[in-house]
């Protein structure tokens, strides 16, 4: 089974190969907390990107090693790409831009960003 994550308008997408999560983290960092994330990450090797490379928006802030990834047509932010603290690659998929993903039925892990 899969599931995609996506901008409102469709431009950038990741396919995740796996079942949805029962579980979303949120963080209070300065980034996360202004745009209201729920994140699960996935292993790189199980996502599949598609996005124009003209479209793909990124930004990053403190360390720089998350890539936060927006549609530069409608401004939704659907990934992240980063390294995990383990130094292998991952994706950070927004729940909130996944379509099938039932939100409210999440187990909700809090992590204080705001602190690291």
């Known amino acids: 089974m899969s599931y995609t994550t996506s901008c409102h308008c469709g431009t950038i997408s990741a396919t995740v190969d796996g079942d949805l999560p029962a579980s979303g983290m949120t963080c209070n960092c300065s980034m996360?907390?202004?745009?209201g994330t729920i994140l699960h990450f996935v292993p790189a090797s199980e996502a599949v990107i598609d996005a124009p490379a003209d479209k793909l928006g990124d930004?990053?802030?403190n360390r720089q090693t998350i890539h936060h990834h927006f549609c530069t047509d409608c401004g939704c932010t659907p990934f992240a790409l980063g390294t995990g603290p383990d130094g292998r690659e991952m994706v950070a998929v927004n729940l909130r831009c996944v379509p099938e993903c039932d939100i409210d039925a999440l187990e909700i892990n809090r992590v204080d960003g705001a602190s690291f």
């Open 59 to 61: 930004y990053t802030f």
């Open 32 to 35: 996360c907390r202004r745009k």
